[in-house]
């Protein structure tokens, strides 16, 4: 393909222009800007302002809630210190929390051990399910800032979980346009795109429970997704092999945007009372800046064809 092409959305009436012929080599990529370093990082624990964790994961594996601040911890989750959104806001109501993702300063999340990122996903399902026990949230969104280019403040790793009771309007009409998909046909979308994904030239990884691919309208050069096979609607349901499993291409898709030098983003979106959602996270990295068109028109011009950036995952 040398021509440029224009791809939907999988269901919603999202455009992009697939624009090969921009695309920069992949050892081009400009090099990752980390977050400044401070002199001293407030997510270490020796820090004098290191704060008192409302849940942590011990280096055997059990959830505390909450967590003492002396306690050695694997995974440690705190308030944010600057939220958005408050739960004593009614302006702007809900909850936001840091999810502290090693106790090591110079641990990057790449290089985490798999059964460390699956202990991740594990706490990432333990503050879903707690939040979602307050009525009033409607929507979360789990995500990662990785990189200065990709919004993070601190380098110390750490990942983002954002509860509201506002439900993005985009993910409103996403929802619709699933569920008339489903009342029209019989099966989930997303369910179908896997079926049609998994032997397609965008495949990156399939196993027994999970598969990885790039999807046919990237919004973004390199975007990958991750699903399970099942049919789960929030992180809360899978379990320990599906979170392995995850876990380890995982790992796999962000080396591999570390060894290019690209800031990435990550996140699950979950709408709390929609069952017919199918869980995946989007890994988005950080390349070409969206300029005039992307901004004035809504169609995204991506430089990265979705079947190469496949091809480079899988190498």
């Known amino acids: ?35 400044k370093e401070l002199k001293t990082c407030p997510f270490d624990s020796n820090h004098t302002e290191h704060p008192t964790g409302i849940y942590c994961l011990t280096p055997e594996g059990d959830g505390v809630y909450p967590s003492d601040k002396n306690q050695p911890w ?20 809900g909850q936001q929390e840091v999810v502290i993702e090693t106790p090591d300063h110079n641990q990057k999340f790449e290089d985490l051990p798999i059964e460390h990122i699956s202990d991740l996903l594990k706490v990432y399902a333990a503050r879903t399910i707690e939040i979602t026990k307050n009525d009033k949230i409607e929507y979360i969104i789990i995500f990662k800032n990785q990189g200065g280019s990709a919004g993070a403040s601190l380098e110390h790793a750490h990942s983002q979980i954002f509860a509201t009771d506002f439900i993005p309007p985009h993910l409103v009409d996403k929802s619709q346009r699933v569920q008339r998909y489903k009342l029209e046909r019989g099966t ?29 309208a990237s919004m973004h050069n390199y975007e990958a997704w991750i699903m399970p096979l099942r049919h789960l609607d929030n992180i809360t349901l899978l379990n320990g092999k599906e979170r392995l499993a995850w876990a380890r291409i995982f790992q796999t898709l962000v080396k591999k945007l570390f060894s290019i030098g690209l800031d990435y983003n990550y996140y699950f979106h979950q709408v709390v009372n929609d069952e017919d959602q199918h869980l995946y996270v989007k890994i988005t990295p950080r390349g070409p800046i969206w300029a005039g ?20 995952y899988r190498g």
């Open 1 to 35: 393909m040398t021509k440029s092409e224009i791809r939907k959305d999988y269901i919603q009436e999202k455009y992009v222009i697939i624009a090969p012929h921009r695309s920069r080599r992949p050892h081009d990529a400009g090099k990752i800007g980390y977050a």
């Open 74 to 93: 694997k995974i440690k989750v705190v308030f944010n210190k600057y939220p958005a959104v408050a739960l004593d806001n009614p302006k702007a109501y």
């Open 188 to 216: 989930c979308v997303y369910c179908d795109v896997i079926s049609k994904e998994q032997n397609g030239p965008r495949l990156i990884y399939k196993d027994s429970y999970v598969i990885a691919f790039c999807p046919y």
């Open 293 to 312: 068109v992307e901004i004035g028109s809504g169609i995204v011009i991506n430089p990265v064809l979705p079947e190469d950036a496949a091809e480079y």
